[in-house]
Antibody, heavy 114, light 106 residues
Framework: DVQLVQSGAEVKKPGESLKISCQVS????????IGWVRQMPGKGLEWMGSIYPRNSDIRYNPSFQGQVSISTDNSISTAYLQWNSLKASDTAMYYC???????WGQGTQVTVSS | DIQMTQSPSSLSASVGDRVTITCRASQGISNDLGWFQQKPGKAPKRLIYAASSLQRGVPSRFSGSGSGTEFTLTISSLQPEDFATYYCLQHNSNPPTFGQGTKVEI
């Protein structure tokens, strides 16, 4: 069975850094794109960007370019979403998902508050 | 980037009603479109892939149609468990893009 298992909820202060993860099992991690989706409280879904693990090709939604970093560790079939300096407006639920598929993680709640 | 315009943003309906939701792409995307259902506090669930193919395990009252730039999701007879928010998602371009969502309310 395919599984995308995300890291747990995080509570951070503005200006702090954060890296959340999505560990994949059940398919060949390096041969499919994997992406991150943001859902702010009470709002819709936004695809932030995607990475192709085999060659680290990354495509960002222009709205998120420069705001976050997407990476992978292929040795442990894990994708990451990283912030260097969090803002209160980064408070949201974040999902990892494989594009053009039904495979989604369970979500990671990120709360940024002073 | 490809923009997806979804309508309506919300609708009120009753059990047994036929419901139609539309997505329009800013340029042709062939049939590279899926429809997702999201309930509060849950991850989205795909209902339809390739614009018109029913995901395994999804009730047959859900159907999708369209190709190119115009797509529809139809619920033939709304059931109580169908009250949720629905999104289209195109994957013809990378990264993919969602429609704005349609909240189906009682």
């Amino acid at each position: 069975d395919v599984q995308l298992v995300q890291s747990g909820a995080e509570v951070k202060k503005p200006g702090e850094s954060l890296k959340i993860s999505c560990q994949v099992s059940g398919y060949s991690f390096t041969t499919y794109w994997i992406g991150w989706v943001r859902q702010m409280p009470g709002k819709g879904l936004e695809w932030m960007g995607s990475i192709y693990p085999r060659n680290s090709d990354i495509r960002y939604n222009p709205s998120f370019q420069g705001q976050v970093s997407i990476s992978t560790d292929n040795s442990i079939s894990t994708a990451y979403l990283q912030w260097n300096s969090l803002k209160a407006s980064d408070t949201a639920m974040y999902y990892c998902a494989r594009p053009a598929s039904s495979y989604w993680g369970q979500g990671t709640q990120v709360t940024v508050s002073s | 980037d490809i923009q997806m315009t979804q309508s309506p943003s919300s609708l009120s309906a009753s059990v047994g009603d036929r419901v139609t939701i539309t997505c329009r792409a800013s340029q042709g995307i062939s049939n590279d479109l899926g429809w997702f259902q999201q309930k509060p506090g849950k991850a989205p669930k795909r209902l339809i892939y390739a614009a018109s193919s029913l995901q395994r395990g999804v009730p047959s009252r859900f159907s999708g149609s369209g190709s190119g730039t115009e797509f529809t999701l139809t619920i033939s007879s709304l059931q109580p468990e169908d009250f949720a928010t629905y999104y289209c998602l195109q994957h013809n371009s990378n990264p993919p893009t969602f429609g704005q969502g349609t909240k189906v309310e009682i």
